[in-house]
Structure formats: C-alpha cells, structure tokens
C-alpha cells in the first residue's frame, strides 16, 4: 500500500508508529481550525528519529513542512501542509497524502498532540482498534477495509459528531499515549513572516 516515502510523509509517519500499513482517516478534520497565530510554538526545525522537517505556521491552523530529500543525484524539497484544530480541550494535527491513502482519497490523517516544553511536542497516534470498534458498534460511521496485513478505518462522521464522540471517551482508550512520538525542535525559526 505504501510506496517510498518522501522525507516530509516520512516525518509525518513516524508519529504513528505504523505496523503493516494501519491508518485511521477521517472525512473531515477533527474539531475547528485553530485561529490563533501559533508561530512561536511551531516555527522551526524539528528532528524525530534522524529526520529534519522545517515548520512555518501559515494562518488559521496551517502549518507548512518541508525537508529535502536525495533522489536521482539530486535534492529535492518536499512540502505540505497541515491543518491544527481543536476538539474539546484536544489538539490535533491533520494531514492528507495521496501517498498513503490513495490518489482519489481526501480523508485526513490525523493524531493527537501537546506541547510538553517550548521545545518538545507529543503527538499520539489513534488506535486501530478502538475506532473499528466504534464502527462495528455504529457509536460512529465509516468503512473498514482489511487487507493481509493491514486495516483502513475510514471515519464518515460529519466534524461536529465525530469531536462529540472523542470529547465523549476516554482519551486514553482512543489514541494510544502509551507510545508517544516526540518531536524535538532543534532550532527556532528566523523566517518572517
């Protein structure tokens, strides 16, 4: 299911400490976008696992990422964005890449975070079975799809219910905080704006 990945989907991926290809998406972003200029807690080069990605906030939730990547004889810059919101008191990051999900997929990949320091982030990526279980037990709709080995959950819960049924659960059974991906911002950004 997962070609070579780029730098930036690499980056991305590890945050969900993937075993056989398993993703959850969603239809929809989870929560609102977050409005206020988070620069300051972004903006920057962070390092996860030997991989470098440069992170500007754009405005209304966006973040822009790029890395660069050696292929061909050649760098390569790689860029996306992604899209902050808020459910609750959550926070999430929402991102979609054809590379994962398919080329005609526009679900959202999506994980849990918190900043621990003014330099460290903690995302936390859902987990597989919980949202399947949702699913079988119509707490929520969407599609499951197994493959030999792997499962695609894929959320049709409009935004508003899917954040209702995430601010009405345990977080802890939902996303899995036992296994954090931690990011380390290595420099703060110079870049204006």
Known sequence: MIKKLSVIIWFLLL????????VVSSKYTIGERIQEDVSEQFDGVWDFDDSICYVKYLKNGELRLAGIEWKEKNF???????ILTKCGERNFINF??????????????FGCYCSITENLLTVWAPKINAF???????????????GKHSTT????????????FIKNND????????????????KKSGIKK
């Open 15 to 22: 945050l969900f400490h993937l075993t056989g290809c398993s």
């Open 76 to 82: 390569k810059l790689e860029e996306m964005t992604v």
């Open 96 to 109: 979609r890449d054809p590379e994962i999900l398919g080329e005609n997929d526009s679900d959202y990949l």
């Open 132 to 146: 399947e279980e949702a699913i079988n037990s119509e707490k929520i709709k969407g599609k499951i799809t197994k």
């Open 153 to 164: 959950i894929h959320i049709k819960e409009p935004q508003e219910s899917l954040c209702d």
């Open 171 to 186: 977080i802890s059974k939902l996303f899995d905080l036992e296994n954090p991906a931690i990011y380390k911002r290595i």
